[in-house]
Nanobody, 122 residues
C-alpha cells in the first residue's frame, strides 16, 4: 500500500522559513515524479514544485521560483520542500503527490498524502 506522509508545517512569520518533508513508502518510486501541491482557503489546488525520481530534476511554479527548493533523499525515500522568504499568500495546505507523468496538473498524480498546514502570518 502506497503511503505519502507529510510533516513540517506550522505557523511562521512573513519572511521566515519552513522545511516540509514527505515520507514515501509502499512501492519503488523509480520513474515517478514526486510533487508538492498546495491549496489555499477558497482556492483550487495548485502545483508548487516537483522532482523526478531518481535523477532529481526539479521544476517550480513561477510563484515559488527562487524561494522554494525541492530535494529528495533516495535512500530514505523522502522528498523535502525548503521554503524561504515566505509570504502570507503562501498560506495553504501543502500536499505531497506521486505520479508517472512529469506534469503540473493534479489529475495526473496517482498518490496523495493528507497534507500539512502552512500558515504565514504576523
Amino acid at each position: 500500500q502506497v503511503r505519502l506522509v507529510e510533516s513540517g508545517g506550522g505557523l511562521v512569520q512573513p519572511g521566515g522559513s519552513l522545511r516540509l518533508s514527505c515520507a514515501a513508502s509502499g512501492r519503488s518510486f523509480g520513474g515517478y515524479t514526486l510533487a508538492w501541491f498546495r491549496q489555499a482557503p477558497g482556492k483550487e489546488r495548485e502545483f508548487a514544485a516537483s522532482i523526478t525520481w531518481p535523477r532529481g530534476v526539479p521544476y517550480y511554479a513561477d510563484s515559488v521560483k527562487g524561494r522554494f527548493t525541492i530535494s529528495k533523499d533516495n535512500a530514505m525515500n523522502m522528498v523535502h520542500l525548503q521554503m524561504n522568504s515566505l509570504k502570507p499568500e503562501d498560506t495553504a495546505v501543502y500536499y505531497c503527490a506521486a505520479g508517472l507523468l512529469l506534469d503540473y496538473r493534479d489529475q495526473n498524480y496517482d498518490y496523495w498524502g493528507r497534507g500539512t498546514q502552512v500558515t504565514v502570518s504576523s
